[in-house]
């Protein structure tokens, strides 16, 4: 019994000993509730953890970021909420504070040991922030960031020769054969501060510039619904039709608004044609617009909504126009050549002549569903002469 | 909130609203395999976000258009009595364009794309709102931009290279491009290629001098002092018998693109990756090239950091990987002679394409 249970510890303590080694090796960080001395405690327990401490921070956004709790990470947290809510009266008071916020960070850097890596090329950078506050700062740094290029990621910060990459630096100074615990520490302790700083500083400019998301995010989405709507519901979009049309485009580099107007061309419809004033004599007309036009201006809330060409009164302007030369098969007589209008809420109107000089008028609508439910289409066309 | 978000851009062909699905599985396995690294000292679920961008639906809405409108033709002369020869033959044309044949699902999409400039001004326009929304809604109340990368497929490759281009270049008057590959966040973290055709199919601005290119917030691109190199690293992949890949091929020269300062760093901000393994005989699907070391490998550590997988385990997963997996030697060969003899010239240019989709449908359908 008493071998039993003896057994029973050595195996628990193996277990035990196996668990810890292989969470020593990729240890989830003392720090995952982002307490920067506890995870120093970890370092100096054991320099071979500090990367993985280091990436744990990191990972968990301590170092600057939400769930930094040091005193400056608070202070810039309370002012993104006074930035965001500011109102004109309280914009300068806010812009103000982000001066001083940003200095402040410079400051911090300027008080790093100098001797650590990644410290000197931290202070430069920084440095481009010497802002004159006398200007319009904030907003050349939205139009032209030239200069105050601020970038960190994947636990480097900045890129090519300015690259901090804090991994890295820890690797080579916690690693096996590192000088000291100390050393490591002191490391560890200057990449935990440039990367709190680097945070901080990303957060204040992605404030400052979260006005200029909002319109670029805005811009690219009402493009992409203007030109969803064009494919939708302009009239010219045959493959051959958008061959011409795409000829004629000349888009240039970068973003490109959709056309505003379509050259038609062959394109096939069908109406009725209604050869005398009894309505009820109508019959069905097969249509090929040979050439035609058909015309827009963007309008609506976001300038994405299809409006008339040109400025109209009430309900026409929201509507697109056109007109075609057409040619008509009517029954079984030849072919006939005229024209239609292309008139709001996807009505065509128009006439042609046949080689007997008859006119016949041609009302068009929606191609397929007029031709899915005939009658209903016919009594609703009807209908719609009559003023029912 | 994952760590970073990774949009997955597909290539030619039907993409139902799961065509990620395999994608994210295949990454999901791969990500498995590296156990005790620090890549995945977090969770999959942790590390990455994997939103999928879609542009199938533009070019599947205008091919269903078409149908629809010869269909509609159809019915029409139906109910007219007579069919002119004229209107017959333009409602055989679209009526073609809804059927499930290879050349309208997949090869026309490729026509479309790079021979419309109003499709390709569209869809430009239609992935570059899904990314910048995406990244929009998860920069929250303080707009910090996430970490953020691109992978993307075959057809895929230009239409993101032409939509980050334009992204990245935008005039915004006012207030200025957030995406200015100069700002905080706003450069990828990496555009990976996979089958790249973006040299094939370049339009303007040309593949090698857009802004899609690697370098450090603030590189201008070479020879133009206003565009800024829009992410921090370019992976070229392509499979020596994948024949989408071969004409047109995106090689830069000297092969020290975009300069030898930015190519010193580690890991190299742009790395070509050749591979030659056959699973499958379909090399060209992003699952059969992801499954070699050399590939995701090289993804993971760029997405992470160099030092998410060792170079020990990386030496492992190397002489462990067979490069005829699940396939006899006799399978094998026969799929790489089917595929040599297709493989186009190098020096053919895009409309080539038409007749590679149809050689390589011919090649997938043969039993091996």
Not at chain 1, 84 to 112: H, K, N, S, W, Y
Not at chain 2, 209 to 233: K, L
């Amino acid at each position: 019994m008493r071998l039993e249970r003896a057994s029973a510890v050595l195996v628990a303590a193996v277990v035990a000993l196996g668990l810890s080694a292989s969470t020593a090796a990729h240890a989830q960080p003392a720090a995952g509730d982002c307490d920067i001395a506890a995870s120093e405690q970890e370092v100096q327990a054991d320099p071979t953890v500090a990367v993985d401490v280091f990436a744990g921070l990191w990972d968990d956004r301590c170092l600057g970021f939400e769930r930094c709790t040091q005193e400056l990470c608070v202070r810039t947290e309370a002012w993104a909420e006074r930035w965001r809510t500011a109102d004109r009266a309280g914009l300068p008071e806010a812009q103000a504070e982000a001066f001083d916020l940003i200095d402040e960070i410079r400051r911090r850097a300027d008080a790093l040991p100098v001797n650590q890596p990644g410290v000197a090329t931290f202070q430069r950078r920084i440095a481009a922030f010497d802002l004159d506050r006398s200007g319009d700062l904030i907003g050349e740094l939205r139009a032209d960031p030239q200069g105050a290029e601020w970038d960190v990621r994947n636990y480097t910060l900045f890129a090519d020769a300015d690259a901090i990459d804090a991994l890295a630096i820890l690797d080579e100074a916690c690693a096996g054969g590192a000088p000291s615990a100390d050393a490591c520490l002191a490391t560890f302790r200057t990449q935990v501060a440039l990367f709190t700083l680097a945070g901080l500083q990303t957060r204040i400019l992605s404030n400052i510039l979260k006005e200029s998301l909002e319109a670029t995010v805005g811009y690219v989405v009402a493009l992409d619904q203007r030109w969803q709507n064009y494919f939708r519901n302009s009239r010219a979009i045959l493959p051959w039709e958008l061959l011409v049309n795409g000829w004629l485009f000349r888009p240039e580099r970068g973003f490109n608004e959709p056309p505003s107007s379509q050259i038609i061309l062959m394109h096939p419809t069908a109406a009725m044609g209604l050869e005398d004033a009894q309505l009820s004599d109508a019959s069905a007309a097969l249509v090929l617009e040979l050439a035609g036009w058909y015309g827009w201006r963007w309008g609506g809330a976001d300038q994405t909504e299809m409006k008339a060409p040109l400025r109209l009164p009430g309900w026409l302007d929201d509507f697109p126009l056109g007109g075609s030369v057409i040619l008509g098969f009517d029954g079984d007589r030849d072919p006939g050549f005229g024209g239609v209008l292309h008139l709001p809420r996807n009505w065509s109107l128009g006439g042609m002549v046949d080689r007997g000089g008859d006119f016949t008028l041609l009302v068009s609508v929606d191609l397929l569903k007029l031709f899915i439910d005939p009658q209903s289409q016919r009594r609703e066309l009807v209908s719609l002469f009559r003023g029912d | 909130m994952a760590d970073r978000v990774v949009f997955l851009v597909h290539g030619m062909g039907v993409h139902e609203a799961d065509w990620a699905t395999p994608w994210v599985a295949a990454l999901r396995t791969h990500f498995d395999a590296y156990p005790d690294t620090l890549l995945t000292r977090r969770s999959f679920e942790q590390r990455f976000a994997f939103v999928p961008v879609t542009f199938d639906d533009v070019l599947a809405a205008l091919l269903q258009r078409w149908h629809d409108e010869g269909f509609a033709l159809d019915l029409a002369m139906q109910q007219f009595g007579g069919e002119p020869d004229v209107l017959r033959a333009i409602e055989n044309v679209l009526q073609a364009a809804g059927q499930d044949e290879f050349f309208w699902t997949h090869a026309a999409d490729v026509l479309l794309y790079r021979g419309s400039s109003l499709v390709r001004e569209g869809i430009k326009a239609h992935v570059a709102a899904q990314i910048a929304a995406k990244l929009q809604e998860l920069a929250g109340a303080e707009g910090i931009l996430p970490d953020w990368s691109v992978v993307a497929h075959s057809l895929g490759t230009i239409v993101v290279h032409d939509a980050l281009d334009a992204l990245w270049t935008a005039q915004i008057s006012g207030v200025g491009n957030r995406f200015d590959p100069r700002n905080p966040g706003a450069q990828a973290t990496l555009v990976m290629m996979v089958a790249n055709v973006s040299r094939l199919l370049q339009t303007q601005p040309q593949a090698y001098v857009s802004t899609v290119m690697p370098g450090g917030p603030g590189a201008a691109v070479p020879g133009q002092a206003n565009r800024f190199c829009g992410c921090r690293h370019y992976l070229s992949v392509r499979h020596a018998l994948d024949p989408f890949t071969i004409p047109g091929r995106f090689r830069p020269e000297p092969p020290d693109w975009p300069d030898s300062a930015t190519q010193a760093g580690n890991p190299k901000p742009f790395l070509e990756i050749a591979v030659d393994h056959i699973h499958d005989p379909n090399v060209h699907a992003f699952e059969h090239y992801l499954a070699h070391p050399a590939v995701h490998i090289a993804l993971f550590r760029r997405l992470i950091h160099r030092m998410a997988i060792g170079q020990d385990k990386e030496q492992v997963a190397l002489e462990g990987f067979r490069a005829t997996d699940g396939l006899s030697p006799a399978a094998a060969i026969e799929i790489k002679t089917r595929l040599e003899r297709i493989i186009p010239a190098a020096d053919e240019l895009w409309p080539i394409l038409r007749l590679v989709s149809d050689a390589y449908r011919a090649h997938l359908a043969t039993p091996t």
